[in-house]
């Protein structure tokens, strides 16, 4: 096992031996029909989830990190990152890059200390992130 999974999220299993990875979730079905399944007699088996190139996966999130499609964040004790979808990520986005000099001259000290007062006005904004609205339908 590579990561733990956090609620909502998935654990990395990787097969050094045949140089795979797979994105696991136990609050989640695998993929594709059920009669495909490598273990169908259990669903939630690791090796129902697709078997990926390691190598060109890590790459691939190392990508989606350096362009701020994901945007790392640990908020409170969940490691964890704020995905395009967000309501807050394109603005957070935005301050990363003409504030904080995101990528090439990254204040990372200073993200550091601002980060959390950063995310939280963001969210402060947004009326259902602040729990002053209901959550809209297309985010449950």
């Known amino acids: 096992m590579l ?4 609620p909502n999220g998935m654990t990395l299993i990787l097969d050094v031996v045949k140089g795979t990875i797979r994105e696991y979730s136990a609050s989640d079905m695998p993929p594709g029909p059920e009669e495909l399944l490598a273990v169908p007699d ?4 690791p090796h129902n989830w697709p078997a990926l190139p390691a190598v060109e996966t890590v790459w691939s999130y190392v990508e989606k990190i350096k362009s701020l499609e994901w945007i790392p ?3 409170d004790s969940d490691m964890s990152f704020i995905e395009s979808y967000a ?3 394109a603005e957070l986005r935005q ?9 090439n001259a990254f204040r990372r000290e200073d993200w550091i200390n601002e980060k ?17 609205a209901s959550v809209p339908l297309q985010y449950l």
């Open 73 to 75: 964040f640990r908020a």
């Open 87 to 89: 309501e807050e990520h």
């Open 116 to 132: 959390e007062t950063v995310v939280k006005s963001l969210r402060d904004k947004i009326p259902w992130l602040s729990g002053r």
């Open 3 to 6: 990561t733990t999974q956090s």
């Open 95 to 103: 301050i990363l890059i003409k504030n904080y000099g995101w990528p």
């Open 42 to 45: 259990d669903p939630e088996h």
